[in-house]
C-alpha cells in the first residue's frame, strides 16, 4: 500500500528533482490516501472477525506512527525545498 509514497520518495533522494508543490501535495495525498486505505482494512478484518479488537487497536496505532513519520517526512521535502529556494535567491 505505501508502494506511491516510497516510490516518489526514493526518486527524489536518487533524483533530486526540484521540490514544489505539486510534488507536496502528490506525497501529502499519498500519505492520506495510504492511511485511509489502511485503516479500512484494518477494520473490514476485524468486521469479518479474521483480527481481534486488540489486534485492531494496536495495527491502528502503528499505522499512525507510520502516518505521523511519513507527514514528517513531507515537512522536511518542504523544508529543504525552502533552503534551496532562499539560497538561490542569495
Do not use: W
Not at 21 to 30: F, G, R
Not at 54 to 76: F, G, M, P
Amino acid at each position: 500500500m505505501e508502494l506511491n509514497f516510497y516510490k516518489q520518495f526514493g526518486s527524489f533522494l536518487k533524483n533530486n528533482p526540484i521540490i514544489d508543490e505539486k510534488l507536496i501535495t502528490y506525497l501529502t495525498n499519498e500519505n492520506i490516501k495510504q492511511y485511509d486505505q489502511t485503516v479500512d482494512g484494518i477494520l473490514n478484518s476485524l468486521h469479518m472477525s479474521e483480527i481481534t479488537e486488540i489486534d485492531s487497536s494496536s495495527l491502528q496505532n502503528v499505522y499512525r506512527e507510520i502516518y505521523s513519520s511519513n507527514k514528517a517526512l513531507i515537512q522536511t521535502f518542504m523544508e529543504i525545498g525552502l533552503l534551496k529556494s532562499f539560497n538561490n535567491l542569495s
